[in-house]
């Protein structure tokens, strides 16, 4: 019996109880959601490519005030949040809810570390995006100056409120760690799933990046 207990103590977390044997409802779901999303942001992409293919000479007047170094600094934090989002996962994978170590030492984080450190790179990219946005409002380009004003806040905007909600899952999968007496299958499911998300919003700021500061 002891034995038994042993070895189901060994287990991650995320493959207790059986789950390992069959795909998640919530991940499945979740994967089926962001397919709709995806085709939100393309129909998006579509309207940009359209407005922009009739007025050549407005894209063109309008992408000289973009800041492409700062919004490639911008960028690179965002896309390294997905690094760190994963190296969270992990951690919930193996069922290694917390660090054991000194908070400096970052080969003992665990998944509360790992997803505290992604939230601050969310936050500081959506403060850099808000900062970006003062900046070109000084310049004149707002939603109704012009057709680009309108399609650049709509795309940007659009993905930072994307990136607001994944800041939110993530503050959800913090708390309930807290919360809960142990860590449990369905939290790794959730830090999981949050993961897909996150990195659906960093996929697609990339594409959003190389058309809207990389081709002018």
């Known amino acids: 019996m002891a034995h038994v207990a042993t070895a189901a103590s060994t287990i991650p977390a995320s493959r207790l109880h059986g789950h390992h044997d069959r795909p998640s409802m919530v991940s499945v779901g979740t994967i089926i959601w962001l397919s709709s999303e995806l085709m939100f942001f393309a129909a998006l992409f579509a309207a940009y490519f359209t407005i922009r293919a009739v007025s050549p000479e407005l ?14 600094a911008n960028t690179t934090i965002l896309v ?27 080969n003992q984080w665990g998944l509360r570390e790992w997803f505290i450190l992604t939230y601050i790179m969310g936050a500081i990219f959506i403060g850099g995006q808000a900062f970006e946005y003062a900046m ?39 708390g309930r760690t807290y919360l809960a007496r142990r ?20 996929v697609v700021w990339i594409g959003l990046f190389a058309t809207i500061y990389l081709i002018k």
């Open 59 to 72: 894209w063109e007047m309008n992408t000289e005030k973009l800041n492409v170094p700062f919004a490639l």
């Open 136 to 174: 070109l409002i000084q310049e004149g380009v707002t939603i109704p100056s012009s057709g680009y004003g309108t399609m650049f806040y709509l795309t940007t905007g659009f993905h930072g409120l994307h990136v607001l909600g994944g800041l939110i899952a993530f503050l959800f999968v913090l």
């Open 183 to 202: 860590f449990t299958h369905e939290q790794a499911v959730s830090a999981i799933v949050v993961s897909y998300y996150w990195h659906f919003v960093d």
């Open 80 to 106: 390294l949040s997905s690094v760190t989002c994963q190296m969270g996962v992990f951690k919930a994978e193996a069922g290694k809810v917390g660090r054991t170590g000194s908070v400096f030492a970052v």
